[in-house]
Structure formats: C-alpha cells, structure tokens
C-alpha cells in the first residue's frame, strides 16, 4: 500500500471527524442551551407560583383589618391602635388616608420624630385613580413600587376601601387601608439557584409594562420601552412581544442596555390580571460552549496523536512486510526443498513396487522368488503409506482440522503392540532395545489411543532410526497420581545412544519440513515431518514434551500427558477368531473401480460371503427397488461414484416405499483420509439417518 495514499486517507479521514465533532458539537451546545433556557423557564413559574402565594397571603390579612374595621365602626386613631397591635412581620406597616386629603396615619412614626404618625399620599400619582382598587375579597390591590412616605423604603402596598367614623360629627368618612411592606420581603422570596443562576434578577410589570418592581439591569420606566430602546423591534414586533408576554409563559432572546445577549423568561401572574413576572440573565450564564470546545480540542490532539501513530506503525508495518516477505520465500523454498525431496522419498518405494512387479510377472512360476519380491512389495508399500499419511496429517495440523476420538482402551495392550510393531527394524539394526511398563494400576483409559500410539511410535522409531547397529534404546511408561479429577498421568520416556541433535536444530526441531544436516541423516528415510506432528498431538492432547540431546551422546524425549481413566475397568478376555456366524451372508457392494471391486469381492469371499456389484450409486437404487426383501444383508457404499454418489444413493434407499430398504445397513467407504467426510457421516447418521 503506497504511503501518500494511507496519508490522504488518514487526513481525511481525521478532517471528516473533526467537522463531525464540531457539528455535533454545536447540535449539542444548541441542545444544551434549549434545555437550560426551559429549566430557566421552570423556575421562573416557580417563582411565580412563590409569588402568588405570598400576594394572596398579604392581601389576606389586609382584606381582615378592612373587614373588622369596617364592622366596628372605628375612628382613623382606633383602627391604627388595633392593626398596630395585629402587625407580625417587624417590617410591615399599615397607612390609613382619608380619600379627600390623601393624608392621615401610619401605624409607625416617622424615623426622625418618635411622636409624629402623620402621613400623606398628596404626592403619589398611583392614589389619583382609584379604579384599580376592588371591593374586599375580590381581588388583589396591590400597588406598584413607590417610596415610602414614612421611612422612603421602596415599598409595595395592599389596599381596600375602609369607612371611618368622625369623632365630631359621627358621620362616616370614605379612607384607604394601605398594608405596607418593603419591596425587599418580596425578593426575599424569589430565591435562584446561586450555582446556576447568580445574576439571574426579577422583576413584576403590569399589562402596560409598567414596573411593579423592576430590576437593576432595566433603566427605563417602562418594560417595553427599555426593549424598543435597545432591541430593533418594529410595531408588528411589539405588539406580538405584548400578547406573549401578558397571556402566556415563555422566554425571547433580547440585548440589555450595554449590548450583551439575554434571555428573558416570563410568565402571567394568575392572581392579577395583566401583570407577568419576568426572569432576567445574560446568556453567557448559562455556560453551553466552553465543554464542547475542549471537546473539540481533545479530539483533535487525540486524532493528531493517532495519525503520527499510525504513520509509525504503517513504517514499521512495511519493514514487517519486508522480513514477513523475507521468511516467505525462504519458507517457500523450504517447501519446494520438501517436495524435491518427498518426490525422491516417494519414488523410491513406487519404483520398488512397480520393478518387482514388472520382475513377478515375467517370473510367475517361480514362488520363492514371487514370495521374496511381495514381502519387499509389502514393506514398500508400507513406507510409501507412511509417508502419504504424514503428509495429510500434517496438512489437517496446519488447517486446525485435527481431531481427536478417545475411545476406551488398554495402556498396557498398547505398549505391547509397540514393542512387536518395532522389532523387525530392532533386530535389522541389531539393537539392544528394552520397554518396561511399571506401576499401572489403571490399565483401561479414555482416549484417542490412535494418536497416542502415533506419539509412541513416532518417538520410538526416530530413536530405533538414527541409532547405530550396536547402540541401545530404552523406553518406559509408568503411571503417576494426576492433579485432573478423574484422570491418570502418564510418562512416556525414550532414551537412545545415537547420533544426537545439534542445539542449533533443537530449535528448530518442532517446525514441519526440517531435519538436521548430517550425512549419516541424509542416508535415512523420512519427511522432517515426525516431530510436529508429534508436538502439535501432544499439545492437543494438554500434554506437554521434553528433549535433551547433544551430538554423539543420543537423545531422551520425555511426553507427559494426563489422561481419563475409562468410566468402567474391563476384564481381558481372550477369544478365538471365529468368523462362521459370516459365513452365507450376502452384501451389495457398490463400487465403481473395478480393481477395488475385485479386491473387496475376493477378500469378502475369504470369510464364505457371497456379493454382488452395483457400477454406481443410479444402479445401486434400481437394485435395492428390485431385489426381493431381505436379498442383502446391508450395503458397502462407496461415497464418490458417477450417476450418483453413495451420500445420494443412500438418501434414495431411505424413501423407498419398504421397510426393509429403510432399514437395511448402509456403510460408507471412502479413500479420503480428511476427517470432515467422516464427520459428515456421523452428522448424516444421528440426523434422520442415512448412513
């Protein structure tokens, strides 16, 4: 992959990030902003609600002084005694003015003079109309912000009509009950979270914008005066901010007297027509931006880091490529070694057997000379078998594909049948050679006994190969106590007197394809394939192999393995080979190579077993649909045939209409030594059974 395309890539692909940080970043500050402004909103009703209690609440109390002074008759000096004697909150007061003077008393005197108690209202435009005031009970009169004639507080004041009496005359004279209290007690009430909101201010308006209470940031008299002042609002504008405002809870984005961006929250104070309270804070209160923006610089100092990490693993990554390239082709090579020399190997015993073949036939008549040349035939064959079978064990190694079947079997059966598989080559070679067996208490076992004697064997000939006539192997196998439940340590220990391994291929004695450069080795059959397929079982058995070994001073491989005891320790029984229970049995065999064919229906015919060949699975079906019940006996199969294959022909067989074709034995045989077809058949015979 070229360098200029892997750094395009990844500038794009970091530019596409980072516009995609800041979008979303940006989604996110806008999402962030809309739920803090509702939040904001939120607690502005809440206030309201605060509000409203507390108006109702001071309405109350001077609607009950109107109602007990109006029905006791009073004069201005009785009824300032008796609210003077009813006061509770200390900063509270009452007025009470004669409508026609707009003057009479405060139930407090003034600041600088203890005895004066007078107060006048002639100066307080909002007692020219009247009209705002509402019988007892009916609503909240409550007035606008004003200054306190008495102690000049800015002040709030509930009022309601009240009828005094005239000490002179007796007659009743029309006043106005003023409950007094500064503006302060009310914004005692509107608490904002300090965390979020500190500059957060509130302020009260009425339907025309004119201030009830007005906040410090508001420097005109009227509410949307100040808004026109500072904001381009046209009449259409206006007026719309007007209904919104008085009729309905909302909030508008507007600029204060020095320019900054605001968010103003309002909402109708239900209690009184008209009038809203309003909730004022600048928007850099709200804090929405400053996270995201580190957001984007951490993300773009950690896609920075990425991109200069990535440069450096695709250098290295190229200089990996470069030694990865380097040992393929000297595995390459290897390989191409091994197939040099395999064909060599597997040559050799096919010229063998095709030579002493060739000479059988010319010489047919004298038998010790065919004798002679079929045992040297035989051990051909067997050395090209083996070699073919490394071959495929190691190529199932290599591709995961090796697997184990443990059965049950005897441990000590199976060093016996090692010691009489190896004697020929042992006596050939004229080798002293001892295999003990020593403290087996568990002789029945629960594994895959093929492999484990393919470990044995492969240890023990290369031990028997590369020792010299006159040397000396020795092998053992004893039981020890296992750390598994249930399970039984075997040691499996071969120790020879030949020619040794070099530390240099100790290291590498495991790989497949190797074997050691000597002279002495090059004269010896074999593939290099052995050992790894040996260490590759015995690490799919979890168990594990050692070696010692020096040039000219032999070599001792020791293999542990903990395996199952079987579930049930059988007797030995020996029995006689008696096959006449075969004898008059008749089997269909289909088989379409007309050599296997021969061979099967000769060795079958051996035991007294009649047979007949069907040329391919087509006429296997038409037979089976033909024969009279109970012709056969059960079926060879062949699995790859023309027409149809055995897996098909089998399927066929199944869904004849006969119970005895549904049933009969069907037995598969294949030459393909690849576990998957055996699995396969074992698949096909639990699902429906086919075979």
């Given at each position: ?17 980072l ?6 970043s ?20 809440s ?33 300032v ?22 003057s009479g008393?405060?139930?407090?005197a ?41 102690n ?13 009496r005239?000490?002179?005359t ?20 509107w ?36 808004y026109?002042s500072?904001?381009a ?10 209904q ?50 580190l ?22 990554f ?25 064909s ?19 010489n ?36 995961g ?26 006596k050939?070679?004229?080798?002293d ?32 190969k590369?020792?010299?006539?006159g ?31 070099t530390?240099?291929y ?14 002495r ?40 393995l903990d ?26 065999v ?6 296997n064919?021969e ?8 035991y ?9 699975g ?7 649909r ?8 059960l079926i ?16 066929e ?31 096909r015979?639990?699902?429906?059974t086919?075979?």
């Amino acid at each position: 992959m070229k360098k200029t395309f892997v750094i395009t890539a990844n500038v794009f692909i970091m530019t596409v990030m980072l516009i995609f940080v800041v979008l979303y970043s940006n989604l996110q500050s806008r999402q962030t902003a809309r739920i803090q402004v509702e939040h904001f909103e939120n607690t502005t009703i809440s206030m309201e609600r605060v509000t409203e209690n507390y108006l109702e609440g001071e309405q109350r109390i001077c609607d009950v002084w109107a109602r007990y002074i109006n029905g006791r008759n009073m004069t201005i000096e009785d009824a300032v005694s008796f609210i003077r004697i009813s006061h509770v909150l200390p900063n509270a007061s009452a007025h009470i003015v004669y409508l026609d003077t707009l003057s009479g008393l405060s139930t407090k005197a003034r600041p600088d003079d203890s005895g004066d108690y007078t107060v006048s209202y002639k100066r307080m435009d909002f007692l020219n109309d009247l009209s705002w005031i509402s019988d007892i009970g009916e609503s909240i009169n409550i007035s606008r912000a004003y200054t306190n004639p008495v102690n000049g507080e800015q002040s709030l004041a509930f009022c309601n009509f009240i009828n005094l009496r005239n000490p002179e005359t007796g007659d009743l004279k029309k006043a106005v009950l003023l409950r007094v209290l500064p503006v302060s007690e009310l914004e005692q009430k509107w608490i904002f979270p300090q965390e979020e909101y500190e500059n957060a201010e509130l302020s009260m308006i009425d339907a025309n914008g004119n201030y009830i209470i007005k906040g410090h940031s508001f420097k005109n008299s009227n509410f949307f005066e100040f808004y026109r002042s500072y904001n381009a609002a046209g009449p259409a504008e206006s007026k719309e901010l007007v209904q919104k405002i008085t009729a309905s809870t909302g909030s508008v984005s507007m600029r204060n007297s020095r320019g900054d961006e605001c968010i103003l929250a309002y909402t109708p104070i239900d209690t009184k027509a008209g009038w809203a309270l309003l909730s004022f804070l600048p928007v850099k209160e709200l804090h929405v931006r400053t996270e995201n923006w580190l957001l984007v610089c951490i993300v773009s100092a950690g896609l920075l880091i990425l991109f200069l990490f990535d440069l450096a693993v695709m250098l290295r990554f190229n200089q990996k490529l470069k030694e990865t390239a380097k040992e393929a082709a000297s595995a390459s090579k290897a390989k191409t070694d091994f197939l040099s020399a395999m064909s060599h190997d597997i040559r050799t015993p096919m010229n063998a057997i095709t030579g002493l073949t060739e000479i059988m036939k010319r010489n047919p008549d004298d038998a010790d000379a065919v004798k002679e040349n079929l045992e040297k035939i035989t051990l051909a064959s067997n050395h090209l078998l083996t070699l073919i079978n490394d071959i495929l064990d190691i190529s199932k190694v290599e591709s995961g594909k090796l697997k184990l079947s443990p059965q049950t079997f005897s441990i000590i059966e199976t060093v016996e049948n090692l010691e009489n598989i190896l004697q020929p080559m042992i006596k050939e070679k004229k080798i002293d050679f001892d295999i003990t067996l020593s403290n087996i208490e568990t002789e029945f076992l629960y594994a895959d006994a093929l492999r484990l004697n393919q470990i044995f064997i492969n240890i023990l000939s290369n031990a028997v190969k590369y020792t010299e006539s006159g040397g000396r192997v020795t092998a053992s196998v004893y039981e020890e106590k296992s750390e598994k439940p249930g399970c039984v340590r075997l040691t499996y220990k071969v120790s020879d007197t030949g020619i040794g391994m070099t530390p240099e291929y100790m290291e590498t004695m495991y790989q497949p394809f190797t074997r050691q450069t000597d002279s002495r080795v090059n004269n010896i059959q074999g593939t290099g394939l052995g050992l790894a397929i040996t260490k590759q079982m015995v690490d799919l058995m979890e168990g594990t192999i050692d070696c010692t070994s020096a040039p000219g001073k032999g070599t001792t491989f020791t293999v542990i393995l903990d395996i199952p005891a079987a579930e049930q320790q059988k007797e030995k029984m020996k029995s006689e080979n008696d096959d006449s229970d075969l004898q008059g049995m008749n089997i269909l065999v289909a088989e379409d190579f007309d050599v296997n064919w021969e061979i099967i229906s000769t060795l079958l015919g051996m035991y007294g077993i009649t047979t007949e060949r069907a040329e391919n699975g087509r006429v296997c079906v038409e037979k089976m649909r033909s024969a009279a019940e109970e012709s056969y006996d059960l079926i060879f199969m062949d699995i790859q045939m023309p027409e149809l294959n055995g897996i098909e022909a089998a399927k066929e067989i199944r869904t004849l209409d006969n119970r005895w074709a549904s049933s009969i034995p069907i037995i598969a045989m294949t030459a393909d030594a690849f576990s998957e077809k055996r699995d396969r058949m074992y698949e096909r015979r639990y699902e429906r059974t086919y075979i």
